[in-house]
C-alpha cells in the first residue's frame, strides 16, 4: 500500500496561511491524493482531493508536486476552527489513514 | 442535507457480551465503510460494503462481522468484546463512481462503546 508521510504537529496564528505538508513517494499513478480533517470529538470531514493538478475549493487549496511525490494543503487564512487533526490519505478504492498533522491555532 | 446516521451513539457493554451497531448512509450512496479509533489513535479501517457485498477488509477481528442490507443499511456485530473493543466506530458512505479513488467519505458521527 502506498504510505503518506506528515509532521506530527503544526502551529498556526489565526488569520495567517497554513500549508501542511504531505509526502507520498511511492504514489501510483492512479492513486488519488485526499486530504480530510477530523475536529475533537467528531468523525473525519473531506476537505478536497486531486490527482495531478492543483485544486481550489471553498475550504482549502490542494498544490500537487509536478512529480506527485508530494502534496500541499493550503489554508488561506487559518480559523480557530481549524484546528483539528489533518489526514492526507492516497485512495485508489480504498483508504487507510494514517498519522495526521495535529494543527493548532493561536489566536 | 441528509447525513450519515449512526445508532445508538453510546453503548455501554460488559467484557463477552456482544454488541451490534448500525449505520444508515445518505441516500443514494451505495458503499458502506466502518473504521474503529480507539482512544488517541487515528481511524483504523475495518471493512467496506459496495452493493451489499464485501468490498474491502482491514483489521477487523474474527470476532466482528459486517453486512450491508437492501435497504443500503449496515450493521457491525462484534462478539466475546473485550476491553481493548472500547472505541470510536466510524460509518462512512459513498457513491461509488467509475473512477475508482476518486470517492469522497462521509462520516457519521460515530458511536462511542465502552466496554467494561
Known amino acids: 500500500d502506498a504510505k503518506t508521510t506528515q509532521p506530527n504537529s503544526m502551529e498556526s496564528n489565526e488569520e495567517e496561511p497554513v500549508h501542511l505538508p504531505c509526502n507520498h513517494s511511492?504514489?501510483?499513478?492512479?492513486?488519488?491524493i485526499h486530504w480530510y480533517r477530523q475536529l475533537p470529538s467528531q468523525g473525519p470531514e473531506y476537505v478536497i482531493h486531486?490527482?495531478?493538478s492543483n485544486v481550489n475549493n471553498r475550504m482549502a487549496s490542494l498544490a500537487i508536486a509536478e512529480d506527485r511525490k508530494s502534496s500541499t494543503l493550503i489554508l488561506h487564512r487559518a480559523t480557530l476552527r481549524d484546528a483539528a487533526v489533518y489526514y492526507c490519505?492516497?485512495?485508489?478504492?480504498?483508504?487507510?489513514f494514517g498519522a495526521g498533522t495535529r494543527l493548532t491555532v493561536k489566536p | 442535507a441528509a447525513g450519515v446516521i449512526q445508532s445508538p451513539r453510546h453503548l455501554i457493554k460488559e467484557k463477552r457480551e456482544t454488541a451490534t451497531l448500525k449505520c444508515y448512509p445518505i441516500?443514494?450512496?451505495?458503499?458502506v465503510y466502518w473504521y474503529q479509533q480507539g482512544p488517541g489513535q487515528d481511524p483504523q479501517f475495518l471493512i467496506s460494503?459496495?452493493?451489499?457485498?464485501?468490498?474491502d477488509k482491514g483489521s477487523i477481528p474474527d470476532r466482528f462481522s459486517a453486512q450491508q442490507f437492501s435497504d443500503y443499511h449496515s450493521e457491525l456485530n462484534m462478539s466475546s468484546l473485550e476491553l481493548g473493543d472500547s472505541a470510536l466506530y466510524f460509518c462512512?458512505?459513498?457513491?461509488?463512481?467509475?473512477?475508482?479513488?476518486?470517492?469522497?467519505?462521509?462520516f457519521g458521527p460515530g458511536t462511542r462503546l465502552l466496554v467494561l
Open positions: 462512512a458512505s459513498s457513491l461509488a463512481l467509475e473512477t475508482g479513488g476518486r470517492e469522497t467519505q462521509y
Open positions: 511511492t504514489i501510483s499513478g492512479t492513486d488519488y
Open positions: 486531486g490527482l495531478t
Open positions: 460494503f459496495y452493493e451489499k457485498m464485501q468490498s
Open positions: 441516500p443514494r450512496h451505495d458503499t
Open positions: 490519505i492516497l485512495n485508489n478504492n480504498d483508504m487507510r
